[in-house]
């Protein structure tokens, strides 16, 4: 049988791995389906509950009979209630043409990209980056362009690298803060060193992924790239959503806002590709953007002792480096000084992921490579966990760094 006599898959789903995130989840549910007490720091989502006020809105909705197909790009309260939230939050102002609702971040980049690039396309993606920007990219059929924002520079894009990753065939640069995994944000000033770049070519889209906005540490202040220069309003697409957050990351929520020209593309993909996010989640969202805001605060308070907590205790650990992210809910510490160890099992430690699988299997502790976000040797740890949690993990972690050899 020739080879065309078979049914063939998308060649592009050759040039890339499925997620190694969840990957790491489902071994890890498997471990913990065996019985083994795994500390589990791999995932990226809060450990707290979805507010009662956003709760009891979708209780509403269900029993209104809220309970059809909506417009493709969301509800117009959800529309309405996100202009109001990017006017308070950002001073950012939109009509409701240039918003669009869908079904998480996660598809909204996936559809923002399938209206943008072309076969070919370049896509400039700043490293360490969250995992699935690059499988999506290829997906639409375009190169991803990376460039590495090394750990000195606080994982932070310099506008010399980005001036220098620019061609005539960027179509699109990808930006991330606070970012996944290392919870760098940029300020004001960071972020008008690089608008100072891409005014200069306007050839080129923008993406502004803000999904961690409101998880930000001390007097940080997050800012929309978009408003710090009103310049590229015409080509910069901001994407947010409820799920960091309002601890929503199952009611699948996220929201894009654009110029028109961008905002119709990106309808017309979605009216072929996606029909409509669920009606109660919309009406969750537009609580949850609507509702009481004072517990954003509380929630960050929380999360920037966990990070205090475990950069002491990280950087006490021989071998590991730990940066002083401004947000999110993740540090991306250095193993560096690990490798070249043994463990006990005389297996030498190579990489991030030899370190990361170490633990796992010697200290039960979950934690991601920083092979799976494009960039060695680090790894990921979230502390959307218990500060027990934390705090037996870092137990568990010293206990096994101290056996390498
Ligand atoms: C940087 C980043 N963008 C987007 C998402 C996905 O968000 P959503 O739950 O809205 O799909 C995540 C989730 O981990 C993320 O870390």
């Not at 589990?40 to 979708?58: C, M, R, V, W, Y």
Request: hydrophobic fraction near 40%; charge should be negative; proline fraction near 6%.
């Amino acid at each position: 049988m020739s080879q065309t006599d078979t049914p063939q898959l998308n060649k592009q789903l050759q040039r890339f791995q499925p997620s190694a995130i969840n990957a790491i989840f489902s071994l890890t549910n498997r471990l913990k389906a065996e019985g083994i007490d795994i500390l589990d720091l791999s995932i990226g989502e809060p450990d707290f509950n979805t507010p009662e006020h956003i709760k009891q809105a979708a209780i509403d909705a269900i029993q209104a009979d809220n309970t059809k197909y909506t417009p493709s790009d969301g509800t117009k309260a959800l529309k309405l209630a996100v202009i109001n939230k990017l006017n308070r939050d950002n001073g950012l102002s939109y009509t409701p043409g240039q918003i669009v609702i869908d079904s998480g971040v996660k598809p909204l980049l996936f559809h923002v990209m399938q209206a943008v690039l072309d076969q070919g396309s370049e896509v400039i993606v700043p490293t360490p980056c969250w995992t699935s920007y690059p499988g999506m990219v290829m997906l639409a059929g375009a190169e991803p362009v990376f460039v590495s924002c090394p750990q000195e520079k606080g994982f932070k894009l310099q506008a010399e690298d980005l001036e220098a990753a620019i061609n005539k065939n960027t179509r699109l640069v990808i930006l991330n803060s606070p970012g996944n995994p290392t919870g760098s944000a940029y300020d004001t000033e960071e972020l008008k060193a690089l608008t100072e770049v891409l005014l200069r070519h306007p050839h080129v889209w923008v993406l502004t992924d803000e999904i961690y906005e409101h998880i930000v540490f001390s007097d940080f202040k997050h800012v929309s790239l978009v408003a710090v220069e009103p310049g590229l309003y015409d080509r910069t697409v901001v994407l947010n959503g409820v799920s960091k957050a309002y601890c929503m990351t199952g009611w699948r929520i996220g929201y894009a806002a654009g110029p028109e020209s961008l905002m119709q593309a990106l309808l017309k993909v979605l009216s072929q590709g996606a029909g409509c996010p669920s009606s109660i989640s919309q009406a969750a969202a537009v609580a949850a953007l609507e509702g009481p805001q004072e517990y954003l605060k509380d929630q960050a308070h929380i999360y920037q002792q966990r990070r205090d907590f475990l950069i002491k205790r990280l950087d006490a650990m021989p071998g590991l480096d730990c940066n002083v992210p401004e947000g999110a809910f993740y540090l991306f510490p250095s193993c560096a000084g690990v490798l070249g160890k043994h463990t006990p099992q005389g297996n030498t430690l190579n990489n991030s992921a030899d370190f990361v699988s170490y633990l796992l299997e010697h200290a039960s502790v979950a934690l991601v490579p920083g092979s799976a976000f494009n960039y060695d040797p680090n790894f990921r740890l979230s502390y959307a966990a218990s500060l027990t949690t934390l705090e037996n993990a870092c137990d568990r972690v010293e206990a096994a760094i101290l056996e390498l050899s």
